[in-house]
């Protein structure tokens, strides 16, 4: 599985790809993204980028709530899924948490939701 970070005003970006399954790579996204947040404490936002997941189940579904939780609910900040793929933005739908994220096509939208909030 791919996993990138980079940090850019204040926003983590989170690149992902291939099988997100979360038992496999739950611990490791979470602890990526806790480190970012402890070495960067102005750290509000975090955009996923989905587009190249294959697949995702429920331990993957589990750990963006994890990180939602941690962002939007602990720091008050915005959690974005970007650019999901088919297979993402069908599981998003039937689970109806495409109403706890804000989903946008591209990183340009994602910050104008963000300079919005």
Do not use: W
């Amino acid at each position: 599985m791919k996993i990138e970070t980079n940090i850019e005003d204040n926003i983590v970006f989170l690149s992902l790809g291939g099988e997100f399954a979360g038992q496999d790579y739950g611990l490791q996204i979470v602890n990526l993204i806790n480190n970012c947040l402890q070495k960067n404490t102005t750290v509000l936002h975090l955009i996923i980028e989905m587009e190249e997941i294959s697949s995702i189940d429920s331990g993957g579904l589990g750990v963006l709530l994890t990180l939602y939780n941690e962002l939007d609910q602990q720091r008050g900040g915005e959690v974005i899924i970007m650019k999901p793929s088919m297979p993402v933005e069908k599981m998003l739908n039937v689970t109806k948490l495409n109403t706890v994220f804000l989903i946008v096509s591209n990183r340009q939208e994602a910050i104008e939701k963000l300079n919005k909030a």
